[in-house]
């Protein structure tokens, strides 16, 4: 069966750090694009960073741009999203998924994981 699993997720303190994973079983990620989205209560799924599958090429919505890293171990069939200097605004259900290239339309996603539910509180 050909599955995401995010992983990572938790309650953290604003300015706290969090590593997301997105680990993939049933395939190989190495041919695949992956993004990271993010759907707070109430709102729609927003596009936060994606990778290339050679990993040459990343980018990132600018709320999160200098904060959040997105990283692939493709050796690993895992990719990261490290997530530093936290906001309250940063609190959603994260979400990986994977395309043939990058994109911020989630229909263009092939498959996509569970969610891991990050939530920033003091």
């Known amino acids: 069966q050909l599955q995401l699993v995010e992983s990572g997720g938790g309650l953290v303190q604003p300015g706290g750090s969090l590593r997301l994973s997105c680990a993939a079983s049933?395939?190989?990620?190495?041919?695949?694009?992956i993004g990271w989205f993010r759907q707070a209560p109430g709102k729609e799924r927003e596009g936060v960073s994606c990778i290339s599958s050679s990993g040459s090429s990343t980018n990132y919505v600018d709320s999160v741009k200098g904060r959040f890293t997105i990283s692939r171990d493709n050796a690993k069939n895992t990719v990261y999203l490290q997530m530093n200097s936290l906001k309250l605004e940063d609190t959603a259900v994260y979400y990986c998924a994977a395309a043939s290239y990058c994109s911020g339309y989630p229909p263009e996603y092939d498959y996509w994981g569970q969610g891991t539910r990050v939530s920033v509180s003091s």
């Open positions: 049933g395939f190989t990620l190495d041919y695949y694009a």
